[in-house]
């Protein structure tokens, strides 16, 4: 089936340690996304990337990571988890450079303890 | 600073009509969209206005008004399956996408 995966699906991590979320899209998007998703906020970019081999800092960057170095893998690491990155996180793609719309992965719950 | 404003939760009645409100005020804007998201799952695109006006797309329609940076999403002959959060996003002048918190819609028989 086409479209983005994510895992893991759900995490607990203490607090430290070192995690790296995976997102891979079959679409051939050119753009990915990472976000956050908390309690009454908005979706928070986190990073992005517009085309493999590069990308961006969203609006939330500190204490995560990202690489593009294909069209479809688009990897979150959070070097030293604290427990402030307890969230949902989405992983996202577009084509057309974000100018439509976003297709979204399943998500992966992350508890850090 | 950008900002995306709407209700955080509201109560509907099923098969009737219901019309969430978003406005914003962001750098520049290119295109408003309109996303579902069910408890537990990613959000799914609904709808798109870059132009001022209604867009119909079966039971859901959004409006915009770019000179009122407002925009509202209106639901009709509601049904259990919309209950859901609905989101507001703003693409800016580069582009990114600005996010509304949600408004969460709880629908009752």
């Given at each position: 089936i086409a479209g983005i995966t994510q895992a893991p699906t759900s995490q607990i991590l203490a607090a430290g340690r070192r995690m790296t979320l995976r997102c891979t899209q079959?679409?051939?998007?050119?753009a990915m996304y990472w976000y956050r998703q908390d309690l009454g906020l908005g979706l928070r970019l986190i990073h992005y990337s517009n085309t493999a081999g590069t990308t961006g800092k969203g609006e939330v960057p500190d204490g995560y990571s990202v690489s593009r170095a294909n069209t479809d893998d688009f990897p979150l690491t959070l070097a030293s988890a604290v427990p402030s990155q307890t969230s949902v996180y989405f992983c996202a793609s577009s084509d057309f450079g974000g100018a439509g719309e976003l297709f979204f992965g399943e998500g992966s719950r992350l508890t850090v303890l | 600073g950008q900002n995306i404003d709407q209700p955080t939760e509201m109560t509907a009645t099923e098969g009737a009509i219901v019309q969430i409100n978003c406005t914003y005020q962001t750098s520049g804007f290119n295109g408003l969209f309109w996303y579902q998201q069910h408890a537990g799952e990613a959000p799914t695109f609904l709808s798109y206005n870059v132009l001022d006006g209604l867009e119909e797309k079966g039971r859901f329609s959004s409006f915009l008004s770019r000179s009122k940076g407002y925009s509202y999403l209106l639901l009709k002959?509601?049904?259990?399956?919309?209950?859901a959060s609905y989101l507001c996003a703003v693409q800016d002048s580069n582009y990114q996408l600005i996010w509304g918190a949600g408004t969460k819609l709880i629908i009752k028989p």
């Open positions: 079959d679409m051939r998007h050119n | 002959e509601l049904q259990m399956k919309d209950s």
